[in-house]
């Protein structure tokens, strides 16, 4: 079936430092993919989000990337803080389907101050 | 602020109790979704409601059912909770065009 998966489930970085969650998807036709933020006790929380005409995209202190020929996505956040110690869930979307997301298993990230 | 909103934050329930979570929504989003998500995993779509048409998934039991009286309010009713239906149970919403907008959760747990 298809799926979208993350390639670690989990990543511990220093304060300060750059964090880079990776994605894999395998439906060739997903056109909008978003990043959620998990922390403990609480519902996900939409960081940002892209559709498959872009290749990045870019918020605060994240950006996205895309890249279709390999079907990859990645999340980076920048100068890393203890507050985005949470788990990250990538989730694919296709539009005119069913109005389902599809979720990674999920990446937690632990800042170490 | 316009938001999700989950009532209770934390349910207790006993073994076989019919119990019944409520989301309520002021985005105004015409698609509303009832998710269960275990400890370390990622959330697992049990139905969902665009509009007032029902869409269920063909692996959520039948224990589980849900109404949407109107568009701002759904309801997740667990008609006999098992110790395996304790999870945190997430709703969300959206437009249908694929971003979801997530409430804080319920937390069930069955005795």
């Known amino acids: 079936g298809e799926s979208v998966g993350l390639h670690l489930p989990t990543l511990s970085v220093q304060e300060g430092d750059n964090s880079i969650i990776n994605c894999a998807y395998s439906n060739s036709a997903s056109d909008y993919f978003i990043w959620y933020k998990q922390e403990s006790g609480k519902g996900p929380q939409f960081i940002i989000d892209?559709?498959?005409?872009?290749d990045k995209r870019q918020g605060q202190r994240v950006t996205v990337l895309l890249n279709k020929t390999v079907k990859h996505l990645s999340l980076q956040i920048a100068a890393t803080q203890p507050g985005d110690s949470a788990v990250y869930f990538c989730?694919?979307?296709?539009?005119?389907?069913?109005?389902?997301?599809?979720f990674g298993k999920g990446m937690k990230l632990t800042v170490n101050p | 602020d316009a938001m999700v909103i989950q009532n209770p934050r934390y349910q207790v329930t006993q073994f076989g109790k019919p119990v019944t979570l409520s989301c309520s929504q002021t985005l105004n989003h015409n698609v509303m979704y009832w998710y269960q998500q275990k400890s370390s995993q990622a959330p697992k779509l049990l139905f969902h409601?665009?509009?007032?048409?029902?869409?269920n998934e063909a692996d959520t039991p039948d224990n589980f059912q849900s109404r949407r009286p109107n568009t701002s309010f759904c309801f997740l009713d667990i008609r006999s909770p098992g110790l395996g239906d304790a999870a945190m149970y997430l709703c969300?919403?959206?437009?249908?065009?694929?971003?979801?907008?997530f409430g804080p959760g319920t937390r069930l747990t069955v005795t």
């Open positions: 409601y665009y509009d007032k048409d029902f869409n």
């Open positions: 969300a919403t959206s437009r249908g065009t694929g971003g979801q907008y």
């Open positions: 989730a694919d979307f296709t539009q005119g389907g069913s109005e389902k997301l599809v």
């Open positions: 892209i559709r498959s005409n872009m």
